[in-house]
């Protein structure tokens, strides 16, 4: 059975930094575009990053480029989302969500994406 699974959130403070993962099960994750998205409580899901299956391209939302840097180990099956210089806005639910495409078009178009994870809650809070 296919899966996603997040790990690393937490509660920081304003400006401290976290990393989370996105652990890919019973597929092969260098075939697949992964892409992360948040939900804030009141707020619809946004786009946050997504990388190509060879992680060559990238792409980031407006509110985290040069905060955030998403990267992948394909033979570790692991991809990750470095989160500095975090703000209390950042504050979300983050998901990992993988595409059976292997590039980044339409990176936050959320129909695009085939498996979802369930999520790992990021707390952003002084």
């Known amino acids: 059975q296919s899966q996603l699974v997040e790990s690393g959130g937490g509660l920081v403070q304003p400006g401290e930094s976290l990393r989370l993962s996105c652990a890919a099960s019973g597929f092969l994750l260098a075939h697949s575009a992964i892409g992360w998205f948040r939900q804030a409580p009141g707020k619809e899901r946004e786009g946050v990053s997504c990388?190509?299956?060879?992680?060559?391209?990238?792409n980031y939302g407006d509110s985290v480029k040069g905060r955030f840097t998403i990267s992948r180990d394909n033979v570790e099956g692991e991809v990750y989302l470095q989160m500095n210089s975090l703000r209390v806005e950042d504050t979300a639910v983050y998901y990992c969500?993988?595409?059976?495409?292997?590039?980044?078009?339409?990176?936050?178009?959320?129909?695009?994406?085939?498996?979802w994870g369930r999520g790992t809650q990021v707390t952003v809070s002084s």
């Open positions: 969500a993988a595409r059976w495409i292997a590039d980044c078009s339409f990176s936050f178009d959320e129909s695009s994406y085939d498996l």
């Open positions: 990388i190509s299956s060879s992680g060559v391209s990238i």
